[in-house]
């Protein structure tokens, strides 16, 4: 999914832009918000390690949407959650439009067990679930609410929303209600997104997904008094192994670029029990649409051979498989016209920021596909470890991260 040439072209920073933007910098409200985010330093600190101990797995975000919510409201502004658990964030009782919206999604993959599971540590990075991936994020949007009461830039503003279902089997479900059911559908005409730390990409192309549950059926039966019978278990490794080396055929890497993960797997009640059932969850994705319609081809080939074969070497039973599919992620790339990729390239040139285009799977994914303008930055910081026990989050940098929000906001804003 490559970026047309005009989209190319404006990578550049365009020299009118840079100047509207040395002319909104130099101004006193601008300055005065800027050296606000640089004076809120450990009030930051301290709301995003007290957000990240509020659980948030995918689909159980309840608790810290509420919590996000009473802080929003805490600063000054007017904010609810939505029918789908959104919290929505507006600075007044206007709700005209159109609006520019500044996004981060609540779930995490991994989520803490107590609140002692996130901690500082003494060179002072952040330790836990989900403190980097979103907890980046979702701190700068309580980070923007005291700011524009506080010291706002300019005299319109954001509307600040943390949406749930990012991650995993959420299928990005909190932003197709933004975009396609919410009342704000048709309102809101740019989604910033600040999905995890950095300030050293823009994914302004939404890289495509699709979902899959495999489930393998049979009777079951003893290991050793019922051995022949058809193996659930057997079936749906061998079927995996199609797959995979199905994939290796034609050599590597494959082009279009393709990614593809099994990264479930489980079945059976004991060591020496046949299993009556085995399950696997596959993660397809590609930066072509057509490539992606093939993996899901093949998987269904790859699966009915593998029970084939089971249920003709078994003496007794047979097993069945069944694949579903529970999470389709639409491609998409920001439209030519769209300002927002020339104005994010004059601030990272005014701030020095070297930033890359990247093709990635976030919450920008559904307004991309539907052809309207957004794009998916980090909010500042170093983080790493992310979907894994070991994360991390070093708030060094982070004030630049914010700094770079604050001048693209500025000039999205612009009457």
Not at 72 to 80: A, I, V
Not at 110 to 126: H, I, N, Y
Not at 294 to 312: D, G, P
Request: hydrophobic content about 40%.
């Amino acid at each position: 999914m490559a970026l047309s040439t005009e989209a190319v072209r404006k990578t550049k920073p365009d020299p009118k832009i840079a100047k509207t933007l040395a002319e909104l910098s130099s101004q006193s409200a601008v300055k005065k918000a800027a050296k606000f985010l640089l004076s809120q330093r450990n009030w930051t600190t301290e709301q995003h390690l007290a957000l990240c101990r509020v659980a948030a797995p995918t689909f159980f975000e309840e608790k810290r949407a509420e919590w996000m919510a009473a802080q929003f409201r805490s600063l000054g502004w007017d904010s609810k959650l939505d029918r789908a658990g959104n919290v929505v964030a507006f600075p007044d009782s206007r709700r005209e439009g159109p609006f520019v919206a500044l996004t981060a999604h609540l779930d995490t993959v991994l989520a803490p067990k107590r609140p002692e599971d996130v901690s500082l540590d003494p060179q002072g990075r952040f330790r836990g679930p989900g403190v980097s991936d979103n907890g980046a994020g979702l701190a700068a949007l309580l980070a923007f609410a005291a700011l524009w009461k506080a010291e706002p830039p300019c005299g319109a503003s954001p509307i600040l929303i943390a949406n749930v279902g990012e991650e995993g089997e959420g299928n990005l479900s909190g932003m197709r209600f933004l975009c396609r059911q919410s009342p704000l559908a048709g309102k809101i005409r740019t989604y910033l997104v600040l999905d995890g730390p950095g300030t050293d990409h823009i994914t302004c192309r939404a890289l495509a997904s699709r979902r899959f549950e495999v489930t393998v059926s049979g009777p079951g039966g003893h290991s050793w008094s019922d051995h022949g019978t058809a193996n659930p278990v057997h079936a749906l490794s061998r079927g995996i192994h199609f797959f995979t080396e199905g994939q290796f055929e034609d050599g590597f890497p494959i082009t279009p670029r393709v990614s593809f993960n099994f990264g479930m797997i489980d079945g059976g009640i004991s060591v020496n029990s046949i299993p009556t059932s085995a399950r696997t969850k596959l993660d397809v994705r590609s930066e072509e649409q057509d490539k992606i319609e093939e993996l899901s081809q093949y998987l269904t080939f790859a699966t009915e051979r593998a029970v084939i074969l089971e249920n003709e070497r078994a003496t007794a039973g047979r097993v069945q498989a069944k694949i579903r599919e529970i999470g389709a992620r639409p491609g998409g790339v920001l439209p030519d016209e769209s300002l927002l990729l020339p104005y994010l390239r004059a601030v990272d040139a005014h701030l020095h920021i070297r930033a890359h285009l990247d093709c990635a799977s976030t919450d920008a994914n559904i307004p991309l596909s539907m052809g309207l303008e957004a794009v998916s930055i980090g909010a500042g910081g170093q983080g790493g470890g992310a979907h894994t026990p070991e994360e991390w989050f070093d708030p060094d940098g982070r004030e630049l991260g914010l700094q770079r929000i604050l001048l693209t906001l500025c000039l999205l804003l612009q009457p």
